[in-house]
């Protein structure tokens, strides 16, 4: 695997490599990355993967300074998957300059995630934007983990006509349906245990609502004092249509169920198609 932190030199080392696939993370990886990466391989002739923990998709109160860096165990494992080339720029590498061009996401920033976390789609949209720049793919994956970041890049593609198709990757899970996340780390030994309670709450609404439920309120606020009395603080718990994120309006639209949830201070998300 080669590894870049410069652009011109990433650049110069994709030139002739037939279709460039792209799979960006912030590192910290696991199983839910490296599955991201096994399946860039199916999607084109070289796979690339980043590392950066982008600054500009934080809250000032958020964990960015935490956010776990494990630089050396990514290579090993970016390694092991087959990845061909790594491109880990370094702020200065990044920005340069502070960043005052961005991507500004539709309404579709404000809601869920980004009702709570103000500017966060917008920092992730720039910075994505700059490394299809620096990576100039054919294609890139996502994972459905993130399913709003997903729909916001996915949409910035199509809007912006880049010339790339966005994959998204399915979520890859603990044996007892925890969804992996770099922020998992961060629970003590007891809320590591209690954690997966959410997807059991997930599951639980998708199967009520396949037997024929269409109270969507009522079973939103269930899961929401569910989670209370298990000692969760609740962002949301919500389903939404899938194909744009709004309140269901058409009563066949396929849904998705999406939750955001604190145990502790580790603020979980997760989600499920129905
Ligand atoms: O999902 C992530 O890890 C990040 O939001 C991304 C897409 C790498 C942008 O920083």
């Given at each position: ?10 650049r110069?080392a ?6 460039v696939v792209?799979v ?29 923990v ?7 109160h ?8 494990t ?7 970016l ?13 200065a ?12 996401p ?11 976390r ?21 294609a890139?994956?996502f ?13 910035m593609?199509r809007?912006?006509a ?17 969804a ?34 269409r109270?969507?309120?009522a ?6 004092a ?10 949301y718990v919500?389903l939404?249509q ?10 066949n ?17 997760d989600?499920?198609e129905?």
């Amino acid at each position: 695997m080669h590894i870049h932190s410069r652009i011109p030199a990433l650049r110069a080392a994709l030139k002739n490599r037939g279709r460039v696939v792209f799979v960006p993370t912030m590192g910290n990886l696991h199983a839910g990355h490296i599955s991201l990466m096994r399946e860039a391989r199916a999607h084109g002739d070289t796979v690339v993967a980043s590392i950066f923990v982008n600054r500009l998709q934080f809250g000032p109160h958020e964990d960015f300074d935490q956010y776990p860096r494990t630089f050396e165990a990514d290579c090993e494992k970016l390694e092991a998957a087959g990845v061909d080339v790594l491109f880990a720029p370094t702020e200065a590498d990044l920005y340069p300059e502070p960043q005052g061009y961005f991507i500004e996401p539709p309404a579709i920033q404000n809601v869920l995630d980004g009702e709570f976390r103000p500017g966060h789609f917008r920092g992730v949209a720039t910075v994505v934007a700059k490394l299809f720049n620096c990576v100039q793919p054919q294609a890139a994956l996502f994972g459905k983990k993130d399913y709003q970041q997903l729909m916001v890049i996915r949409n910035m593609a199509r809007q912006l006509a880049l010339p790339i198709d966005i994959i998204g990757g399915e979520t890859v899970r603990a044996e007892d349906g925890l969804a992996l996340s770099s922020r998992n780390g961060y629970l003590s030994a007891a809320e590591r245990a209690e954690a997966p309670r959410l997807y059991r709450l997930l599951t639980g609404i998708r199967a009520t609502i396949r037997s024929g439920e269409r109270d969507y309120a009522a079973l939103e606020a269930k899961a929401a004092a569910e989670l209370a009395d298990a000692g969760w603080q609740t962002d949301y718990v919500s389903l939404r249509q899938q194909s744009d994120l709004a309140p269901p309006q058409d009563r066949n639209a396929p849904l998705v169920v999406l939750a955001a949830s604190r145990l502790g201070t580790t603020r979980l998300i997760d989600n499920i198609e129905i």
